[in-house]
Structures are given as structure tokens and as C-alpha cells.
T-cell receptor
Framework: GDSVTQMEGPVTLSEEAFLTINCTYT??????LFWYVQYPGEGLQLLLK?????DKGSNKGFEATYRKETTSFHLEKGSVQVSDSAVYFC????????????FGKGTLLTVNP | DTAVSQTPKYLVTQMGNDKSIKCEQN?????MYWYKQDSKKFLKIMFS???????INETVPNRFSPKSPDKAHLNLHINSLELGDSAVYFC?????????????FGQGTRLTVV
């Protein structure tokens, strides 16, 4: 079946530090890959996505590249802000009649001023 | 205007009670979902409905019964609540089920069973 493995947190950084959150996946089909973000007390919001190999998703300074050869979709940001503190989820879907998002366990990011 | 809205946001109830969580989406989507987030933040799908038809039922106890009166609504009824049902329940929706489709989530309902 499909599965997503992302680095365990929590991750604590100082403002303006570089962020990487690793994500690797196993999928039976050809998945699309997503990063969702959950701010404290809120629901999940789509941060970015990539639907085919070598695609780069980007939003709000975050980037992730769909690497089929390494089955990875690592999230990066060059300079984090306090407002980026949240839980980040890597997810995939292979679509079709059984469409569902399969999530990683989430990584809590705390950015200190 | 909230795209996917759930009520209530918080629900505290005693073991053995029956409770419902309501979900509505105004995005015109044809597919809706319930996800459960446990205390460690792990998210797992419970149910999926497409055009009011049950598509996915992921080994959820029979005490959980989803109901979709129309495409815009997916409610979750839980009978005989147990301590282990305490979690955050998220409703979501999507348009279609292509692999490129993204899902939109509600703000969650935090259920606490005491």
C-alpha cells in the first residue's frame, strides 16, 4: 500500500535559518505529492503540490521537488519566520476510485525570534 | 465565506453518549471525506463519499456512521462513545478523484470523551 515517511520532529530553528523537512514515499501507482500545513488550532491548508517527476511546487517561499528516482519530496525554505511555526504534513495520492490522501506523521516546526 | 465548515468546533461528552458532527462545503465539490487526527497528530482517512455514495470505509467501528444527505453535506454520527474516540475529526472535500486533485479541509472538531 501507499505510505509516507517524514522526519520526526520537533524541529526548532531561529528566525532566518534554513529549513529542510525530509519526506520519502512508497506508492503503488504514480502519485501526486503534497505538503499541507496546520497552524495552531486550525485545519490543514495546502502549502504546495507536485504532480509529476521533476516538478517543483512552491508557495510562500517554500519549495519541494518531486524526485522519482529517490522517491522523495523534501520541503525547503531559505529563511524561516516566526509565523512559519506550524505542523507540516507530507502526503500523497494515487487517485482513482479509491482516492484518498495518505499522510506522513507530521513535523512540528517552531521558529524562535 | 468558509469553504468547508464543521460544527461544533469543540465537543465534550461522556462515555456512552451519542453525538453528531456536521460538515458543509460550499465549493461545489462532489467528494467529501472524514479524517481522524489522533493525539500524536497522525491523520488517517475514515470515510469517503462521492456524489452521496460511500466509496471508502477504512475499518472504522460500526459505531461511526456517516450520512450524506446531499453533495454539499457529510455528517458523522457516533454511537456509544468511548474514551479512545477522543481526537480531532476533520472534514474535507475535493472536486473529482484524479490523482492531481487536492483536498480542502475544515477547521476540525475536537472531540473529548470523559
Amino acid at each position: 500500500g501507499d505510505s509516507v515517511t517524514q522526519m520526526e520532529g520537533p524541529v526548532t530553528l531561529s528566525e532566518e535559518a534554513f529549513l529542510t523537512i525530509n519526506c520519502t514515499y512508497t506508492a503503488t501507482g504514480y502519485p501526486s505529492l503534497f505538503w499541507y500545513v496546520q497552524y495552531p488550532g486550525e485545519g490543514l491548508q495546502l502549502l504546495l503540490k507536485a504532480t509529476k517527476a521533476d516538478d517543483k511546487g512552491s508557495n510562500k517561499g517554500f519549495e519541494a521537488t518531486y524526485r522519482k528516482e529517490t522517491t522523495s519530496f523534501h520541503l525547503e525554505k531559505g529563511s524561516v519566520q516566526v509565523s512559519d511555526s506550524a505542523v507540516y504534513f507530507c502526503a500523497l495520492t494515487s487517485g482513482g476510485s479509491n482516492y484518498k490522501l495518505t499522510f506522513g506523521k507530521g513535523t512540528l516546526l517552531t521558529v524562535n525570534p | 465565506d468558509t469553504a468547508v465548515s464543521q460544527t461544533p468546533k469543540y465537543l465534550v461528552t461522556q462515555m456512552g453518549n451519542d453525538k453528531s458532527i456536521k460538515c458543509e462545503q460550499n465549493l461545489g465539490h462532489d467528494t467529501m471525506y472524514w479524517y481522524k487526527q489522533d493525539s500524536k497528530k497522525f491523520l488517517k482517512i475514515m470515510f469517503s463519499y462521492n456524489n452521496k455514495e460511500l466509496i471508502i470505509n477504512e475499518t472504522v467501528p460500526n459505531r461511526f456512521s456517516p450520512k450524506s444527505p446531499d453533495k454539499a453535506h457529510l455528517n458523522l454520527h457516533i454511537n456509544s462513545l468511548e474514551l479512545g474516540d477522543s481526537a480531532v475529526y476533520f472534514c474535507a472535500s475535493s472536486q473529482g478523484r484524479e490523482r492531481t486533485t487536492e483536498a480542502f479541509f475544515g477547521q476540525g472538531t475536537r472531540l473529548t470523551v470523559v
